[in-house]
């Protein structure tokens, strides 16, 4: 009975302590849309089948959309679930091919997208995350109608660094 307690305290203590790593590979154009996702414990990484990333994806498709309210209540709900999850990001490559076939509207998009992605990348940088820069790029393409976007970043985490970070939240938000 005794040792049965000290296995689960061992192994809740490991748990609370390992890190975690999550690396994601995402190629997308019109024609395609190909994720690839590796979950690891510390160094030792495994590819998520693609049975698994089709039944999300499937999923996510089959999800009603909303109108741009809800949509951007999701956003913001998913920025705050990723400033607590994301604790140290090892490498962030993303790249965007834009093009809208006419020069101002493409102009228009891609500084759009610029200010998306500089608001994402300061939320993640007002806390020491990344090891190396981020490499963001962001092509205009005038010649045509496109858009593509290549992602390839890893980030780690520790269960117990969030669990109290958010019971340092409870505790700030319980004391105002």
Same mark, same amino acid.
């Given at each position: 009975?005794?040792?049965?307690?000290?296995?689960?305290?061992?192994?809740?203590? $490991?748990?609370?302590?390992?890190?975690?790593?999550? =690396?994601? %590979? @995402?190629?997308?154009? #019109?024609?395609? /849309?190909?994720?690839?996702?590796?979950?690891?414990?510390?160094?030792?990484?495994?590819?998520?089948?693609?049975?698994?990333?089709?039944?999300?994806?499937?999923?996510?498709?089959?999800?009603?959309?909303?109108?741009?309210?809800?949509?951007?209540?999701?956003?913001?709900?998913? $920025?705050?679930?990723?400033?607590?999850?994301?604790? =140290?990001? %090892? @490498?962030?490559?993303? #790249?965007?091919? /834009?093009?809208?076939?006419?020069?101002?509207?493409?102009?228009?998009?891609?500084?759009?997208?610029?200010?998306?992605?500089?608001?994402?990348?300061?939320?993640?940088?007002?806390?020491?995350?990344?090891?190396?820069?981020?490499?963001?790029?962001?092509?205009?393409?005038?010649?045509?109608?496109?858009?593509?976007?290549?992602?390839?970043?890893?980030?780690?985490?520790?269960?117990?660094?969030?669990?109290?970070?958010?019971?340092?939240?409870?505790?700030?938000?319980?004391?105002?």
């Amino acid at each position: 009975m005794l040792l049965g307690l000290f296995l689960f305290l061992a192994l809740l203590m $490991l748990l609370l302590l390992i890190s975690f790593s999550v =690396e994601l %590979e @995402l190629s997308a154009s #019109e024609a395609e /849309f190909r994720p690839v996702l590796r979950v690891g414990i510390g160094r030792w990484r495994a590819a998520v089948p693609r049975t698994v990333l089709a039944k999300a994806e499937d999923a996510m498709r089959q999800r009603a959309q909303g109108g741009l309210r809800e949509m951007w209540g999701r956003f913001t709900t998913g $920025l705050r679930v990723m400033d607590h999850l994301l604790q =140290e990001v %090892e @490498l962030l490559h993303f #790249e965007v091919w /834009f093009g809208f076939h006419d020069a101002f509207w493409t102009a228009l998009g891609c500084g759009g997208l610029w200010t998306l992605l500089g608001s994402f990348t300061s939320m993640l940088s007002t806390k020491p995350r990344f090891r190396q820069d981020p490499e963001i790029h962001v092509h205009p393409v005038f010649e045509g109608t496109r858009l593509e976007v290549r992602l390839h970043c890893i980030f780690h985490f520790r269960v117990g660094q969030i669990i109290v970070s958010e019971i340092k939240r409870w505790g700030q938000a319980w004391l105002v």
